[in-house]
C-alpha cells in the first residue's frame, strides 16, 4: 500500500450486484475507497472528475445496454484520464485485446485471485497519478509556450531543432543580433536554460511539434 | 306226471269277502283238480296283502290275481303270468279290464270325466286296480289330479256294490265300477236299467260301455319256485277250457307293459318309489346315469387337462414373444431416452460457456469476501458489521450458485417420461428462469400471457417442455448475436387455441431463408458451427408425442422468426 493516498477513489461499474459488492468491499478492505456504479449510464450521470489523488475505474466489459468498450470509446474522446481495469468472463478475450489496444490499463479475468486485482488497482492508480503528473507539465508547457509571440515561437522551433542563431538568421532573413534579442526574450518567457530544454517543452505539449 | 307236487296250492285275491270268492272260484278248483294229475288242487283266498305275504313265504304255486297286483307281486317276488282271464266271451284278454264311471242319469251337469273337476268320486281302496287306479290315471291324463285336490275320491272298500249305497246317500257324485259290472247288475236284474249313465262311455263296439282304456285281465301266475312242468301242464289245463263261466275262461298271457306304464305314471307299488326322493334312492335308481355322468366328467376332465396343457404351452409361446416384443420397445424406449437426455446435455454443453461463468461468479463473490475478511483481520480492523455483512453475502452467493447446480442436475438427470398436470405460466417462468440462470447477461425475455387461470394446466412431461422451450429461447438468443442485435428482447406468447394451449417463442434476429425452413426440424442440419443439429428436431419430436406441431414462421410485424407449438390442456 506504499502508492496508496486515502483520496485515491476506485470506481466499480458492474450491473452484478453481488459481485461488485464484494468487490467494494474487498477494495475497502485494502484501504481504497470503493463507489459502486450499476451501470455505465449511472457512472456518466455522476461524472466523477479524477482528483489529482488519482484512481481508476473497475469496469465489466459485458453488461446491458452500453457496454464496458462502448463506455471506454466515450471516455476516450471526452478527454478522460481515468485508467480502466476491465473485467471479462469466459471467453472475452477478443474484447479484452481490444480495450488493451484502445487504452485500457489492464484486464482481469475472471475468476481471479484478489491479489491480481489489488495488483491491477494500484497500477492502474499509478497510471492515473503519472498521468496526471504528465498533463500537469503538459498543461504548464502549453502555458510557458502561449506566452511567445508568433515571431518568438517560430524562432523558438527552429532552437528546438538545434538550429544556431546564424543558421536562423540567414533562414528568416534577419540579422544575428534580432535573432539573439528574440533568444533572450523565448528563455525568459518559458523560463528555459537551454536549447534542449525548449524542445521538452515542445514536445511536452505536442509529441508531434518538432516533426 | 310222475314228479308233480302232491298239492297244487293257488292263491287266489278275494276282493268282496273269502265267502263270495270260494263260490266265485270253486269251479276253476273243481275243474282244475280233473284235468291236472296231482293229488289235490287247493284254493286259498287272501286279500293284497295276506296274497302278497303267501307268495312271499313261498306257501303258493300258483296266484290269481288283478293286473295292478300282479305287476307288483311280478316285480316283488318274481312270479310269472301264464295265463291271462277274458271276462266276457270273445273278449281279448289283452283288453279285459277297464273302468266304468257311473252317476246318476239325471245329472245332466256330469257329461264327461273333465265335469268331475271339484265333485266326489266313489271308488273301492286306494290300492284297487280297476276299482280305483285306473280311472285315477285316466283322470290325470285329462288334467284332473286327485292328489292336487282338483276332485275327492271317497273309498267305499269291498264289496264293489257299497259304490251304489255312497252315491244313493249323496256321499258321492260319481262311483267306479269295473268294466261289465254294471251290465252284469242290470242283466241280473238287481238294477234297473236307465238308473246310471257312464261318463265319457268309449267302446261302444265292445259288450260294455267304459271310461277307461282297457288292460290285460287277471292272470294267472306261477310262483318262482313253480316247477316248469307244472306249469306247462296247467297252462295247457287252462287254455284247454271252453265255458260260459268267466272264472274258467284264460286265454294267452297277455302283455301288462300298459299296466307298468299306468302304475308307473301313478307312482304306486310296484313304483312306490318314484315319490322317494332320498339321496340313495336316487343313486340306486340313477347309478348308470350317475356312471355315465361320472364317465362324462372325468372325460370332459381328462379334456380340459389336455386343453389346459395345450393353452400353456400356447401362453408360454405367446408370453415369450411379447416378452420379445416389450424388450424391443423397452430398448427404444430407453434409446429415445438416451437420446433426450443426450440433447438436454448438448444444449448444456452449447450453455457451458456462460454457465461457467454464471457458477464462477457465485464463487468469485464468495472468494472475494472471504480474502476480504482475511485481510481486515490481518490489518486489525475487522469490524463486526463487516464479518455480519460479509457472511450474510457468502451465505447467499452459496445458495444462489446451489440453486443453478440444481436446476442443471434436474435437466440433465437421466429420467423416465412422465406426463402431469402442471401450470404452463410457471413453467414458462421456470424454464426463462434456467435459462436466465445459465447466461452471463441474457435478453430481456417478456412472458405475455392470454392465459384465463382456469386454463393454465396443461398434461405433459415438464422436463420435456423445459427442454422445448430453453432451445427455442437460446435459438432466440443466438438469432439476436447474428444480427447484432443482444439488446433485443424475446417475446413468449401463451394462449389458447380450441382446447389446447399454444406457446410461441419470437425473436427479433434476422428471420429464416425459405430454403433454410425446408430443413429446420431435420435432424443434423444445423447453421450453427457448433450446433449438433439435433436440438429442434428433437423438439419437434417431443411437440408431436404431445399431440402438437412445431412450427417455424418468419414474424409479419417486424424483422425476427417465431416458433409455436400447441400443448393437451389437462383434463377438467
Sequence with gaps: ?211 | MAGLAAEVRIGILAWFGEETARKQWQPLGTTLQRLLPVEKVSLRYFDMVGLEAAVAAGELDFVVTNPGHYVVLEAHHGITRIATQTLEPGQDSEHAVGSAVIVPTERHDLQILEDLRGKRIAATVPDGFSGWQVVWAELKRRGLDPELRDLMPVFSGFPMSQIFDLMERGEADAGILRVCLLEHLIRQGRLPAGRYRVLSPQGASAPCLRSTPTYPGWAFAAASHTPDALARATLVALLSLDSRDSVLRWGVPADYHPVHAMLRELQVAPYEFLREHRLEVQIRRYWPVAAVFVALLAFWFAYTLRVEAIVQRRTRELSAAMAARDALEESVQAHRQQMDHLSRLSILGQLSGTLAHELNQPLATIGNYARSLTRRLQAGKLSDAAVAQAAEEIASQSERAAGILDGIRNFARKRVRRREDCDIALLVDEAVALFLGMMTRGPEVNIVQHLPPERRSVHVDRLQIQQILLNLLKNAFDAHRLAERVGQPIDIELDTEGDRIRVAVRDRGPGLAAEIQEHLFEPFFTTKPDGMGLGLSICKGIVEAHAGQLEATNCTDGPGLRFSFTLPSASP
Design chain 1, 1 to 211: 500500500m506504499t502508492a496508496t493516498a486515502p483520496a485515491s477513489v476506485i470506481h466499480i461499474i458492474d450491473d452484478e450486484a453481488a459481485f461488485r459488492r464484494s468487490l467494494a468491499f474487498l477494495l475497502e478492505s485494502a484501504g481504497w475507497m470503493a463507489v459502486e456504479h450499476e451501470s455505465a449510464e449511472a457512472f456518466l450521470g455522476a461524472n466523477p472528475l479524477l482528483t489529482p489523488d488519482g484512481g481508476c475505474l473497475v469496469l465489466d466489459i459485458r453488461m446491458p445496454r452500453i457496454s464496458g468498450l462502448e463506455l471506454q470509446r466515450r471516455l476516450t474522446t471526452a478527454g478522460s484520464a481515468w485508467p480502466i481495469v476491465f473485467i471479462t468472463g469466459h471467453g472475452d478475450v477478443d474484447l479484452a485485446v481490444q480495450a488493451m489496444k484502445d487504452g485500457a490499463a489492464d484486464f482481469l479475468q475472471k475468476p481471479f485471485k484478489d491479489q491480481q486485482i489489488l495488483n491491477a488497482v494500484e497500477r492502474a492508480v499509478c497510471l492515473s497519478l503519472i498521468r496526471q503528473e504528465a498533463n500537469r507539465r503538459c498543461n504548464q508547457a502549453r502555458d510557458q509556450l502561449t506566452r511567445l509571440s508568433p515571431r518568438e515561437a517560430e524562432i523558438a522551433r527552429y532552437l528546438a531543432l538545434g538550429f544556431s542563431n546564424k543558421e536562423i538568421a540567414r533562414e528568416l532573413s534577419i540579422s544575428d543580433n534580432t535573432v539573439h534579442v528574440h533568444r533572450q526574450h523565448i528563455m525568459d518567457k518559458t523560463d528555459t536554460g537551454s536549447a534542449a530544454e525548449l524542445a521538452c517543452l515542445i514536445l511536452r505539449v505536442d509529441p508531434s511539434g518538432l516533426d
